[in-house]
Every structure is written in structure tokens, then in C-alpha cells.
């Protein structure tokens, strides 16, 4: 199986820049599409980004364009989300999340569509 962990999250005033890390173990994540969810306290986990497995195909929902970036790094087994210009309201949990696929260029944005999640790491943006 997949393991994810998160990194990277914290403190940080608006207009600072963070960048997460999600780091797999047991598998390699050549294989798998991957995407980057937040959820706060009594709503539903939202989507962010996504990522096709050739890193080829990005899709990111209309608040984030422009400001975040989501990469991965093969040889490290890794997936980043570049954090920019951050605002308050993307203060959240942030979750990565894998599904494999044979489809490079398949790109997923529905929280049913992923198998495997992370524990998550906490962004909070001040004012």
C-alpha cells in the first residue's frame, strides 16, 4: 500500500508563501495521480490541485490559480504544493492524496476519485 505524509504547513501572514511536501512510502508514485485537498473545521474537504502521474496535465480550482503551484518529483517520490500570495481563507488542513492509474495524463478533482490519503498538516494565514 501507499503511506503519505504531509509537510511544510505552519504560520504565516498573508502575502507569505509556504510549500507543502507529500512524501510516499511502500510505492513508488509513478503510477498514481495525485492532488492536494483542504478541509476547516464543520465544511466539506475541498479540492485544490491535482496532477496527472507524468506531472503533465495540472488542474487547480478558481480561488488558487495564480497563486499555487503543484509539482512532483519523481526521484524523490514526492508531491509539492507551492503556496503563494496566501489570503486568511486559505487557512485549512491540507491533505495529498493518491489513486493509481495507467491513464499519464489522467488528472482527478473529486475526493471520491482518490484511494489513499495523508494525515494532513495545518496552513493557518494571518491578517
Known amino acids: 500500500q501507499v503511506q503519505l505524509v504531509e509537510s511544510g504547513g505552519g504560520l504565516v501572514q498573508a502575502g507569505g508563501s509556504l510549500r507543502l511536501s507529500c512524501v510516499a512510502s511502500?510505492?513508488?508514485?509513478?503510477?498514481?495521480?495525485m492532488g492536494w485537498f483542504r478541509q476547516t473545521s464543520g465544511k466539506e474537504r475541498e479540492f485544490v490541485a491535482a496532477?496527472?502521474?507524468?506531472?503533465?496535465?495540472?488542474s487547480y480550482t478558481d480561488s488558487v490559480k495564480g497563486r499555487f503551484a503543484i509539482s512532483r518529483d519523481g526521484a524523490k517520490n514526492t508531491m509539492y504544493l507551492q503556496m503563494n500570495m496566501l489570503k486568511p481563507e486559505d487557512t485549512a488542513v491540507y491533505y495529498c492524496?493518491?489513486?493509481?492509474?495507467?491513464?499519464?495524463?489522467?488528472?482527478?478533482?473529486?475526493?471520491?476519485?482518490?484511494?489513499?490519503w495523508g494525515q494532513g498538516t495545518q496552513v493557518t494565514v494571518s491578517s
Open positions: 511502500g510505492r513508488t508514485l509513478s503510477l498514481y495521480a
Open positions: 492524496a493518491a489513486q493509481r492509474t495507467l491513464n499519464p495524463n489522467l488528472v482527478l478533482s473529486n475526493l471520491a476519485e482518490y484511494n489513499y
Open positions: 496532477i496527472s502521474t507524468s506531472g503533465g496535465r495540472t
